[in-house]
Protein backbone atom coordinates (compact mmCIF):
# COMPACT_ATOMS: atom_id res chain seq x y z
CA UNK A 1 0.00 0.00 0.00
CA UNK A 2 1.54 3.78 -0.80
CA UNK A 3 1.00 6.89 0.94
CA UNK A 4 1.77 8.61 -2.11
CA UNK A 5 4.79 10.57 -0.50
CA UNK A 6 8.60 8.40 -0.78
CA UNK A 7 8.55 6.39 2.82
CA UNK A 8 11.73 7.14 5.30
CA UNK A 9 14.81 5.57 3.42
CA UNK A 10 12.69 5.44 0.34
CA UNK A 11 12.79 7.19 -2.87
CA UNK A 12 9.75 8.59 -4.44
CA UNK A 13 9.28 7.91 -7.83
CA UNK A 14 10.86 10.17 -10.49
CA UNK A 15 8.84 13.11 -11.77
CA UNK A 16 9.00 16.92 -13.04
CA UNK A 17 11.04 19.01 -10.86
CA UNK A 18 8.95 21.90 -9.12
CA UNK A 19 10.73 25.28 -9.11
CA UNK A 20 11.27 24.94 -5.91
CA UNK A 21 13.64 21.64 -6.75
CA UNK A 22 14.92 23.72 -9.54
CA UNK A 23 16.02 26.47 -7.12
CA UNK A 24 17.75 24.24 -4.57
CA UNK A 25 19.68 22.43 -7.67
CA UNK A 26 21.09 26.32 -8.99
CA UNK A 27 22.25 26.52 -5.18
CA UNK A 28 25.00 23.58 -5.76
CA UNK A 29 26.17 24.68 -9.83
CA UNK A 30 29.56 25.98 -8.72
CA UNK A 31 30.15 23.07 -6.91
CA UNK A 32 28.61 20.96 -9.74
CA UNK A 33 31.14 23.26 -12.21
CA UNK A 34 34.01 22.78 -9.52
CA UNK A 35 33.92 18.79 -8.97
CA UNK A 36 33.30 17.81 -12.59
CA UNK A 37 35.72 20.03 -13.99
CA UNK A 38 32.74 21.31 -16.64
CA UNK A 39 31.14 24.86 -16.64
CA UNK A 40 27.75 23.81 -18.40
CA UNK A 41 25.86 25.69 -20.69
CA UNK A 42 22.19 24.90 -19.13
CA UNK A 43 21.73 23.41 -15.69
CA UNK A 44 18.14 22.43 -15.70
CA UNK A 45 16.62 19.68 -14.28
CA UNK A 46 14.45 17.55 -15.89
CA UNK A 47 13.53 14.61 -13.30
CA UNK A 48 13.80 14.39 -9.92
CA UNK A 49 13.35 11.83 -6.91
CA UNK A 50 13.52 12.17 -3.21
CA UNK A 51 14.74 10.34 -0.89
CA UNK A 52 13.90 10.94 2.97
CA UNK A 53 16.88 10.87 6.07
CA UNK A 54 18.27 12.77 8.26
CA UNK A 55 17.25 15.60 5.97
CA UNK A 56 16.65 14.94 1.86
CA UNK A 57 18.00 13.46 -0.52
CA UNK A 58 17.58 14.85 -4.24
CA UNK A 59 18.08 12.78 -7.17
CA UNK A 60 18.22 14.81 -10.17
CA UNK A 61 18.14 14.21 -14.27
CA UNK A 62 20.22 17.15 -15.01
CA UNK A 63 20.42 18.90 -18.87
CA UNK A 64 23.79 20.19 -18.78
CA UNK A 65 23.88 20.76 -22.71
CA UNK A 66 22.20 20.20 -25.98
CA UNK A 67 21.78 16.49 -25.96
CA UNK A 68 24.20 16.30 -22.61
CA UNK A 69 22.86 14.85 -19.50
CA UNK A 70 24.17 14.03 -15.83
CA UNK A 71 22.85 13.03 -12.78
CA UNK A 72 23.69 14.53 -9.28
CA UNK A 73 22.52 13.68 -6.09
CA UNK A 74 21.91 16.61 -3.61
CA UNK A 75 21.30 16.68 0.08
CA UNK A 76 19.73 19.24 1.84
CA UNK A 77 19.94 18.91 5.70
CA UNK A 78 17.02 19.45 8.22
CA UNK A 79 16.09 23.04 8.18
CA UNK A 80 17.60 23.33 12.32
CA UNK A 81 20.98 22.73 10.66
CA UNK A 82 21.08 26.19 9.20
CA UNK A 83 23.06 24.55 6.22
CA UNK A 84 22.46 24.89 2.18
CA UNK A 85 22.28 22.31 0.17
CA UNK A 86 25.42 20.04 -0.77
CA UNK A 87 26.24 18.17 -3.90
CA UNK A 88 27.29 14.49 -2.59
CA UNK A 89 27.58 12.61 -6.13
CA UNK A 90 27.18 12.94 -9.84
CA UNK A 91 27.69 11.15 -12.90
CA UNK A 92 28.14 12.67 -16.25
CA UNK A 93 28.28 11.54 -19.80
CA UNK A 94 24.39 10.27 -19.56
CA UNK A 95 21.60 10.14 -22.22
CA UNK A 96 18.12 11.54 -21.89
CA UNK A 97 17.24 8.46 -21.99
CA UNK A 98 19.41 6.92 -18.82
CA UNK A 99 17.23 5.57 -16.22
CA UNK A 100 18.12 8.16 -13.25
CA UNK A 101 20.82 6.42 -10.79
CA UNK A 102 19.93 6.51 -7.05
CA UNK A 103 23.71 6.67 -5.93
Known amino acids: MSCGGPRLG ?46 TNYFFKVETGANAYSHVKVFVPMPQKNEGPSLTALQLNKTKEDKLFYF
Not at 18 to 24: C, L, N
Open 10 to 55: GTSPGRTPTKEEQAILDKVKDQFVKQSGTNPSVFKAVLVSTQVVAG
